[in-house]
């Protein structure tokens, strides 16, 4: 679905005529899910690129003013819900603009301060009351439910790519993550910890952007970060301040172990988000072996 400026503007100036003087620009790094722009210096307007993740925009809507007075970080505040039309034929939001830079390996002061960072603003969204929410399932891509959903997938690659790495200890891994599930409480889950969603100013974790893939269940999806940012003094730091059990952490490794297959081998060779891919599956089996 192709979402312009616009669209968005027709979308504005019909529903919301009080901001058709609002000047309206595609943010810089936009995302797979949605597509975002800047609407005036102080807002958003965020709309699902396909049907598929069109549930997020209620489910933000619902929880997102449950979860802000409960978190030290800034995340997204929604202002108006807009309605499908018959040229865009799903749900879209408006949400308060967050001032940051998204995270880099260069514009943080310190890892293991974000990592610590990190770790808090994860255990302030696990301590939410997660008895009314929205179970991990289809609607999030199962994240904090079972990772052997995407067991067909993961092995197909591992057995794929056998001549370039250990078939026998990726598998190793692999199948550790999948021989216990979670059987705690249920617990709040971000669903899409990555770098594109966490913002920095002045070297310090300032906002979490992107709750779509939110749900409750196991949390260990949410500690991906670890392999896939972290090096190894503050991804060790970050797991001891997430105070996880080992099985956790195995399924967390699995979770980041899955994502770094697909990355790579489902994106051109030489990629950006091929050589990603590739760099989380190194980081993982280097992890692995010094256990």
Known sequence: M?????????????????????????????????????????????????????????????????????LSVPIPVPVAKGAPTDEYPLPWSVNLWIDGDT?????????????EDLARFLQELEAIDASRGVPAGVQNFHRGGNLAVYDDDTRTIIEKLSGQYDHKLLTEIWELALATTYQSEPLWLHGDVAVGNLLVRDGRLCGVIDFGTMGVGD?????????????????????????????????????????????????????????????????????????
């Not at 260990?220 to 730091?237: G, K, P, Q, Y």
């Open 2 to 70: 192709e979402i312009t400026c616009e669209l968005v503007r027709r979308l504005i100036d019909s529903q919301f005529p009080e901001w058709a003087n609002l000047e309206i620009k595609p943010v810089e790094k936009s995302g797979h899910d949605n597509r975002t722009f800047r609407l005036g210096s102080e807002m958003t307007v965020r709309l699902p690129s396909h049907e598929r993740y069109a549930s997020a925009v209620e489910k933000e809507l619902t929880w997102l003013p449950v979860f802000k007075p409960l």
């Open 103 to 115: 995270v880099t390996h260069n514009n943080i002061s310190d890892h293991n301060q974000f990592a």
């Open 219 to 291: 949390p260990s999806s949410d500690l991906v970060m670890a392999w896939n940012f972290f090096d190894e003094a503050s991804r060790d730091l970050f797991l001891k301040r997430m105070d996880f059990d080992e099985d956790t952490i195995h399924r967390a490794r699995g979770w980041a172990l899955w994502k770094g297959l697909i990355t790579y081998d489902w994106n051109e060779k030489g990629s950006e988000a091929a050589d990603w891919g590739k760099h989380v599956v190194d980081t993982i089996l280097q992890d692995y072996k010094r256990l």
